[in-house]
């Protein structure tokens, strides 16, 4: 039985150790370059970009000038995917963060967000404000410059509490990359744009 017990706690230290190395935290040069990728060259140099530092936190890697923050690619997610939002989602966007770390499911972030917007304690942006996202493989990403071949872009633009008939978009899209509106008349509701293919 000790035996047996040895073996398993030894399995388990293995199979930890092995699920740490697989995590490769990439030079912030690198998190950087990817991170910005689905905005506009003209956006690129001057956004807020969050990413991990060695020990795999997720930190600050560099300050921002414009009205854009971008998050570096979830090492410890298969594939690869970044995005940028406009500054006015970030308290909504930051308490997604926190809720993750506490071990809160999308339902569950889903629902706490909600009563916090509607007690006031949370507060969403009053005018419809933009996602940038891009996503691809982990075999179409260098990680030596941050470049991503063979990705996608989708766009997300937050219309709090918009609805269909305040739009004009419908509920569901009937063609590839065509607008249309998720989540009307909540909270989170939000026109989706993409992907393309």
Avoid at 137 to 159: A, C, H, K, M, S
């Amino acid at each position: 039985m000790k035996n047996l017990f040895f073996l398993s706690v030894l399995f388990l230290g293995v199979l930890s150790n092995a699920q740490e190395m697989s995590v490769i935290i990439l030079p912030e040069a690198v998190q950087i370059s990817t991170a910005v990728l689905p905005v506009p060259e003209s956006e690129k140099d001057d956004a807020k970009v969050y990413g991990y530092n060695k020990q795999g936190d997720f930190v600050l890697l560099r300050e921002g000038k414009n009205n854009l923050i971008c998050l570096a690619d979830d090492p410890s997610k298969k594939g690869v995917s970044v995005s940028c939002y406009s500054k006015k989602l970030e308290p909504f966007m930051k308490r997604g963060r926190e809720l993750s770390e506490e071990g809160k499911d999308f339902n569950e972030k889903r629902e706490i967000r909600g009563m916090e917007v509607a007690k006031g304690l949370l507060e969403m942006p009053k005018e419809p404000s933009m996602t940038y996202i891009y996503y691809g493989t982990d075999e179409g990403y260098n990680t030596e410059t941050g470049e991503l071949t063979g990705g996608q872009f989708r766009y997300v633009i937050y219309t709090p509490f918009a609805t269909t008939e305040s739009t004009g978009l419908p509920a569901k899209p009937h063609a590839k990359g065509m607008p249309w509106l998720m989540d009307p008349g909540t909270f989170r509701a939000h026109i989706m744009v993409g992907p393309f293919n």
